[in-house]
């Protein structure tokens, strides 16, 4: 007897390439979208880093008015939230796919460096909310100059 690895997710594949084929029949138009909607909860990609100085944090979200965001700092946890209104509201337009995702986020982000709070900066351009988070000067690197001698 032999055992053999079974990998549910290449069942995936199998699956997208059965859609592939059904759909080849139908032309563009009547072609149903099968990807799921999203008028529920989504998560915008973060990146998180560190410098000497300070945390920055950048978040890509493309789409979204400066308006619709709100920026939190309280009990050291860092809160963003938004949404991304869909545009295709119009009863008229009969839409054959829709990829992006839409509707309102919310991510948290825990500092366990004291920050300096006041100081705590956000930009948005080009889809991409910058914020910087200004370490506290207690816990900023220092450095020690040795004496030599008496």
Same mark, same amino acid.
């Given at each position: 007897m032999k055992l053999v690895h079974f990998y549910p997710n290449s069942l995936n594949g199998l699956t997208k390439e059965i859609d592939s084929v059904f759909n080849s029949f139908f032309d563009e138009s009547t072609r149903v979208n099968t990807e799921r909607k999203s008028d529920h909860n989504w998560?915008?990609?973060?990146?998180?880093? $560190?410098? #000497? /100085?300070?945390?920055?944090?950048?978040?890509?979200?493309?789409?979204?008015?400066?308006?619709?965001?709100? =920026? $939190?700092? #309280? /009990?050291s946890v860092l809160r963003i939230s938004?949404?991304?209104?869909s545009n295709s509201e119009d009863?008229? =337009?009969?839409?054959?796919?829709?990829?992006?995702?839409?509707?309102?986020?919310n991510r948290s982000f825990k500092v366990n460096t004291r920050v300096n709070a006041d100081k705590i900066e956000a930009g948005y351009e080009n889809g991409l909310?910058?914020?910087?988070?200004?370490?506290s000067e207690e816990v900023k690197p220092k450095s020690i100059k040795v004496k030599v001698g008496k």
């Amino acid at each position: 007897m032999k055992l053999v690895h079974f990998y549910p997710n290449s069942l995936n594949g199998l699956t997208k390439e059965i859609d592939s084929v059904f759909n080849s029949f139908f032309d563009e138009s009547t072609r149903v979208n099968t990807e799921r909607k999203s008028d529920h909860n989504w998560q915008p990609r973060v990146d998180v880093r $560190e410098t #000497e /100085d300070a945390f920055l944090l950048v978040a890509e979200l493309p789409g979204i008015s400066k308006d619709d965001l709100k =920026i $939190e700092f #309280e /009990d050291s946890v860092l809160r963003i939230s938004g949404e991304r209104k869909s545009n295709s509201e119009d009863e008229n =337009i009969n839409v054959l796919r829709s990829e992006r995702v839409f509707g309102k986020f919310n991510r948290s982000f825990k500092v366990n460096t004291r920050v300096n709070a006041d100081k705590i900066e956000a930009g948005y351009e080009n889809g991409l909310l910058t914020i910087t988070l200004p370490k506290s000067e207690e816990v900023k690197p220092k450095s020690i100059k040795v004496k030599v001698g008496k």
